[in-house]
């Protein structure tokens, strides 16, 4: 009986075991201490971030202007598009396209991704500044930027957000507009991409994270 109840208490332990390891391993990765990238020898195709860098950190707006709280939201790997300025320009356009090409080429894995538009001004108050969409097809002729999110991209969710949390949240987008980011379900910004990263480059990236996380 005793040698029974012994194994059904290291059985029990081994999930307590496995948690209390992750979260040690995750908090020397965010600290900069613990490159968990190069030590299991991944192929990423994107630019680690390194820290990682935390969304709730900062204080995200819905449309409504009600705080939003990543770790309130569904788990789900996140795409994030920034732009700034009250303009979707070419690069703007072109990594939303891009971001609903690849989900939507993720077939069954479709679901384990959100795509979040992040930007200093509303939707609303943003112009769409392109006479031709990524896929040749002509732009909205009024530049209605919130038409078009509406029409091209449904699912897509848009935020706000201050100067000051975009630019800790995206520095590399203020020298490359082309740039975007990856999310993990948790909040943490762990990898960027830009137009040199190929489409498929980045569903391969996916595939081994969503093979090899619960997330």
């Not at 990238?37 to 009600?66: C, F, H, K, Y």
């Not at 993720?106 to 509303?122: A, P, Q």
């Not at 935020?159 to 995206?170: D, E, H, M, P, R």
């Amino acid at each position: 009986m005793t040698r029974n109840r012994m194994v059904l208490l290291l059985i029990g332990g081994i999930p307590v075991t496995v948690a209390l390891v992750a979260t040690w391993l995750w908090y020397f990765v965010v600290r900069g201490d613990l490159d968990i990238v190069s030590i299991l020898g991944t192929a990423n195709r994107g630019e680690l971030v390194q820290p990682p860098r935390q969304l709730d950190d900062q204080t995200l707006l819905d449309e409504s202007g009600v705080i939003l709280k990543f770790a309130d939201m569904e788990p789900r790997w996140a795409m994030l598009i920034p732009a700034a300025g009250g303009r979707c320009d070419e690069a703007c356009e072109k990594s939303l396209y891009v971001t609903r090409q690849i989900q939507v080429a993720m077939g069954k894995h479709f679901s384990r991704l959100r795509r979040v538009y992040i930007e200093e001004e509303h939707t609303g108050d943003t112009e769409l500044v392109v006479s031709q969409l990524s896929d040749g097809r002509p732009a909205p002729a009024a530049g209605d930027f919130s038409e078009y999110l509406a029409t091209e991209h449904r699912g897509l969710q848009a935020l706000t957000l201050s100067a000051a949390g975009y630019n800790a949240l995206f520095e590399e987008y203020s020298s490359d507009a082309g740039t975007w980011y990856l999310a993990d379900p948790a909040g943490w910004i762990m990898m960027s991409y830009n137009e040199q990263v190929p489409y498929k480059d980045v569903i391969a990236d996916l595939k081994f994270l969503f093979k090899n996380s619960g997330g």
